[in-house]
């Protein structure tokens, strides 16, 4: 992960795997086809579908180093 900074923006980048990435560009969006099938299940009133669709989340934190390095590029 990368990020830059200036003071109106601030643009992180991240490196994603191959059949992430490759996925993401055929499609032109980093939505899934689960996602779009969750989406089409609420809109159609079947929430209890969709809830039982979708995927346990997982947090992973990490610590970014000191103040000084995270104003690196």
Known sequence: MRAT???ATIRVYQAYSDSIADGALSAG?????LAHE???L????????????LPVE???????????ARNQT
């Open 5 to 7: 900074y200036d003071d």
């Open 29 to 33: 969006t980093f939505v899934s086809p």
């Open 58 to 68: 997982r947090v992973v934190r990490r610590a970014l180093g000191s103040a000084s």
């Open 42 to 53: 609420v809109q159609a009133g079947q929430v209890d579908d969709a809830r039982a669709r």
């Open 38 to 40: 969750i989406h089409a």
